[in-house]
């Protein structure tokens, strides 16, 4: 439908990759606020993350709020590997 980030995206299958570290811009359709977002190598996952650091950044989809997500899929999985000294804070509306 209109208005919509992923209507033109295949959603047919198990997932869609919402949130991810690949390509060479994995944040191009996120809005970003506040300083430490970045994408970084972590071994232990041997692969690439977002890190977000510093001072309350906040991380937002789509950019535009009068768009919707347009997503089907029935459920949604997180995997976020959090800090101890780190607050986390997750809204969905």
Known sequence: GRGMTFDNVFQGGASVDVFGASGSNPLDKWKVSGAGVQKVYDKSVRGYVLRCDGDRPSIRMP????????????????????????????ELH
């Open 63 to 90: 950019k535009d709020e009068r768009r919707s997500l347009g997503l089907v899929q029935p459920f949604l999985v997180l995997q976020v590997l959090l800090s101890d000294d780190r607050s986390f804070s997750f």
